[in-house]
């Protein structure tokens, strides 16, 4: 299993105090390196991607209206939660070119999985908006990336963050191709899309307070049945821990073996229908020691039992 970072992800940073902070990504690496995962794992260093990929997945002139406000010292406020400094843009592109790394990767045969320790996070940006500490959809790219395949006809997208993946909803909301299954407090930000009706989006609003046992069957009762019928042949991650009980920005109630239980879900699914294919990428998380003990629990989960050479040979590519 491959694991796709890049240290220039560290050099993203938002106002003194945002959650979102380089620490997030130290900690996770410093983690799973002091545990011995990291030795276990094939990393490789991300490239970022390009202004032409990226408009496969957002207007070309909301990625020029970022350009041009990127500053050269100090911050620039997207939104109230959400600032670019000089290093941001370059940041989130490492990310988005990670996750097309690893699906190419992956569509290669090189790996059958792979997991992206990257920052910023990007599953709440949307075609023509940056928001939510999100400035490229990451994890849509990807999704996009596969669907460019000749071998890839249906993709899942599936997103346990504590916060709704309104950003890959609105990308994907009329492209029956993608299934798009999001988890999340409700009601909670980011208050978008989270009553739309489409047969390959599939919400599982949880009220705060929510544990365990509930988190599961809701996970059941919708996912199970939405992949079940898609039958997906590429499955990516929108992996957020800050459902977490210790995190402080949201609050549902879950353990570092939830994080375990969901990522053995999904590794049954790919099984069963993506020739074992999975990649995931980081979201939220945002108390560190969390973040890194749950992390650390889905990629162990993610890397076990998996066969080196299981992967068909990737067709001509029609979009990189």
Not at 86 to 91: D, G, Q, V
Request: with cysteine; charged share 25%; glycine share 6%.
């Amino acid at each position: 299993m491959q694991l796709i970072t890049h240290e220039d992800c560290l050099e993203h940073r938002m106002m003194p105090g945002s959650p979102e902070r380089p620490e997030r990504l130290s900690a996770l690496l410093r983690y799973l390196h002091d545990t011995g995962l990291a030795a276990e794992l094939d990393t490789r260093v991300a490239e970022p991607v390009d202004l032409q990929t990226l408009s496969t997945v957002h207007d070309k002139s909301f990625l020029l209206s970022l350009e041009a406000a990127l500053p050269e010292t100090g911050l620039f406020n997207v939104d109230p939660d959400t600032a670019m400094g000089p290093e941001s843009l370059r940041a989130a592109a490492l990310a988005a070119g990670a996750v097309t790394d690893a699906v190419n990767e992956v569509l290669c045969g090189n790996t059958q999985r792979a997991f992206c320790a990257v920052r910023p996070p990007g599953h709440h940006a949307e075609a023509d908006t940056a928001m939510g500490f999100c400035f490229y959809n990451s994890v849509a790219l990807g999704a996009m990336t596969a669907l460019a395949d000749d071998t890839i006809d249906r993709v899942a997208v599936l997103d346990f963050d504590v916060h709704h993946g309104n950003g890959t909803v609105d990308i994907f909301k009329d492209r029956p191709e993608v299934l798009v299954c999001s988890s999340f407090q409700h009601p909670f930000y980011p208050h978008r899309y989270t009553d739309i009706e489409r047969d390959n989006i599939i919400n599982t609003p949880l009220p705060a307070g929510t544990e365990s046992s509930s988190f599961r069957a809701a996970i059941e009762r919708d996912w199970t049945r939405a992949v079940e019928a898609h039958r997906p042949q590429f499955i990516l991650v929108s992996a957020g821990f800050d459902a977490h009980r210790d995190d402080p920005l949201g609050g549902l109630l879950l353990a570092d073996e939830d994080f375990r239980w969901i990522t053995e879900l999904i590794v049954d699914f790919a099984n069963r229908f993506s020739e074992g294919r999975i990649v995931s990428a980081l979201e939220g998380g945002y108390d560190l020691n969390a973040l890194a003990r749950s992390a650390h629990a889905h990629i162990e989960v993610l890397s076990r039992g998996q066969s080196k050479f299981g992967v068909r040979v990737k067709g001509q590519s029609k979009l990189l």
